[in-house]
């Protein structure tokens, strides 16, 4: 269990960061042209697809997180794939697929803040309402109330920075719960034999 935990950390670690680093691009050049943008977009999706199927691989236990894992990697690698190769057709819809990525995030969000309640981590209800945040700035992106494109490319580099930064505090309670329960199941062992 333990284990999975840390392959977990690196791998959401590592899609946190490049939604910190998308999202920046987009905060400080929201001009960026439309193409690019998709095309940057379409390789972020397809890179969380992958990080979620590499996920689901590593440790196959028949949970529903890791059905969870597959099942969002299917999707968003397969409509990372199509983005990258239809850039032009993207540009209406951006906010309506960043904001379907930032509420998949936030529903894993979720999903590890009712891990760490069962762990019997103090502050899991802060996780919790980091998840339900990211979950409602994914329906506002989906809802698109915003005109500007400019504005929307801003608020969406906005958003990606909050998730990725959420998603690395939150895998770092729960790597930090699972390390805690790794060394009390340790400890218990060597009780038993020093008992024995």
């Given at each position: 269990?333990?284990?999975?935990f840390?392959?977990?950390?690196?791998?959401?670690?590592?899609?946190?960061v490049?939604?910190?680093?998308f999202?920046?691009?987009?905060?400080?050049?929201?001009?960026v042209?439309?193409?690019?943008?998709?095309?940057?977009?379409?390789?972020?999706?397809?890179?969380?697809?992958?990080?979620?199927?590499i996920?689901?691989?590593?440790?196959?236990?028949g949970s529903?997180?890791?059905q969870i894992n597959?099942?969002?990697?299917?999707?968003?690698?397969?409509?990372?794939?199509?983005?990258?190769?239809?850039?032009?057709?993207?540009?209406?819809i951006?906010?309506?697929?960043?904001?379907?990525?930032?509420?998949?995030?936030?529903?894993?969000?979720l999903?590890?803040?009712?891990e760490?309640f069962r762990?019997?981590?103090s502050k899991?209800?802060v996780a919790?309402?980091?998840?339900?945040l990211?979950?409602?700035?994914?329906?506002?992106?989906?809802?698109?109330?915003?005109?500007?494109?400019?504005?929307?490319?801003v608020?969406?580099?906005?958003?990606?920075?909050?998730?990725?930064?959420?998603?690395?505090?939150?895998?770092?309670?729960?790597?930090?719960?699972?390390r805690?329960?790794?060394?009390?199941?340790?400890?218990?062992?060597?009780?038993a034999r020093?008992?024995d």
């Amino acid at each position: 269990m333990y284990q999975f935990f840390k392959e977990l950390k690196v791998n959401y670690i590592l899609s946190a960061v490049f939604c910190i680093l998308f999202g920046a691009t987009l905060v400080v050049w929201p001009d960026v042209s439309s193409k690019i943008v998709c095309i940057g977009l379409g390789a972020v999706l397809a890179l969380s697809g992958i990080v979620n199927l590499i996920t689901f691989f590593a440790q196959r236990d028949g949970s529903l997180l890791s059905q969870i894992n597959l099942l969002a990697g299917i999707i968003l690698t397969v409509l990372g794939g199509w983005v990258i190769f239809n850039p032009d057709v993207l540009i209406k819809i951006i906010p309506v697929v960043i904001g379907v990525v930032v509420a998949v995030h936030g529903v894993h969000n979720l999903l590890q803040a009712l891990e760490l309640f069962r762990n019997k981590y103090s502050k899991w209800w802060v996780a919790l309402l980091l998840g339900a945040l990211t979950v409602g700035l994914g329906i506002l992106l989906i809802c698109n109330p915003f005109e500007a494109v400019s504005t929307v490319v801003v608020l969406i580099g906005v958003f990606l920075i909050y998730d990725g930064v959420s998603d690395i505090w939150i895998i770092s309670r729960v790597s930090k719960t699972a390390r805690e329960i790794k060394e009390t199941m340790e400890a218990l062992d060597v009780e038993a034999r020093v008992d024995d």
